[in-house]
């Protein structure tokens, strides 16, 4: 069997048309502009290419960006006051301020700082809390972006056994309670995997639908699929032979059913999930 792509990309581009449509609604109708402010501290290479992908986007669907850059020199108390700032600037409805922050920052206390009306990342543990409690004001955008890939493309998920491989705080804690919550495009029998788990290909067979999100190039090989799973590649990795996602995918397109290519996949379905944010925070802060 040879696997049936799953094109985020194009999906993507569907998604940034109706968030586009519904802000200049929005726009007409409140007579406000929707504003994401990113915050981007440093110079990391990756960083500056995501924020910009991400201003763009912004531009595009109708909803202003702003830039807000710190030097690696900062300090957490330097990043709090523009933090605070934007907190009180009524005519900023998003804020994102990009990770990784430079070392030494304490980004715990910066992610807390965010009003979590503007918390267009869904990072605050107020946030946090309502998605675990299933009534979210925000989805986190990567697991958002797969969520919406898998009820577009009718996946089944309630009753599947959805394997997740890793256990950050942005993809994979987030992915797995929501496909687990109750309810339309939730219901599924939810494995969270890690680096401390026993037998890992053991476990990863048994998924209906798999998502990789553990930040190591080609780690899912063919022997750890079950024919006909579904894949899911949230990973991005710079390696000498260009970006590669975590799964083997040139091995693995021949046993799963269906897969998401690295790029094209996940990437760009999260920064039109931003959108969908960042519009929705505006919706909210707009009465
Ligand atoms: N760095 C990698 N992924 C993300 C994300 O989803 N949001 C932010 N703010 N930074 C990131």
């Known amino acids: 069997m040879t696997a049936t792509i799953l094109d985020g990309k194009a999906m993507a581009e569907e998604i940034r ?38 201003r763009l986007a912004c531009e595009k669907a109708g909803i202003h960006s702003q830039l807000h850059r710190l030097s690696a020199e900062s300090t957490t108390e330097d990043l709090l006051a523009l933090v605070d700032r934007l907190n009180k600037d009524p005519q900023v409805h998003g804020i994102l301020v990009q990770l990784p922050l430079p070392k030494g920052m304490d980004e715990t206390r910066v992610l807390h700082a965010v ?7 869904a990072f605050h543990p107020d946030n946090v809390g309502r998605i675990v409690q299933g009534r979210p004001r925000f989805l986190p955008c990567t697991p958002h972006g797969v969520h919406q890939l898998l009820m577009r493309k009718n996946i089944p998920i309630a009753g599947s056994h959805v394997v997740v491989l890793g256990r950050s705080d942005i993809v994979g804690k987030p992915m ?59 990973g991005i990795n710079r390696t000498e032979s260009g970006l590669v996602g975590d799964v083997d995918y040139d091995a693995v397109r021949e046993v799963a059913g269906h897969i998401t290519p690295v790029p ?6 999260t920064i039109a999930m931003l959108l969908h944010n960042t519009l929705a925070a505006a919706s909210l802060q707009t009465a």
């Open 17 to 54: 048309a109706e968030v586009a449509r519904r802000v200049s609604e929005f726009v007409s109708s409140k007579g406000v502009t929707p504003c994401l402010a990113a915050v981007l501290v440093g110079d990391n290479p990756a960083s500056e290419v995501y924020v910009r992908n991400k």
């Open 176 to 234: 797995a309670i929501m496909l687990m919550q109750r309810g339309p495009g939730g219901d599924a029998t939810v494995t969270v995997c890690h680096s401390r788990t026993r037998d890992l290909p053991a476990i990863t067979r048994q998924a209906d639908i798999l998502i990789v999100a553990i930040g190591k190039a080609k780690f899912l090989t063919a022997d750890m699929v079950k024919p006909g799973a579904t894949v899911i590649d949230v």
């Open 264 to 269: 094209g996949g996940v990437g760009p379905l």
């Open 115 to 121: 009003n979590p009306v503007k918390d267009v990342d």
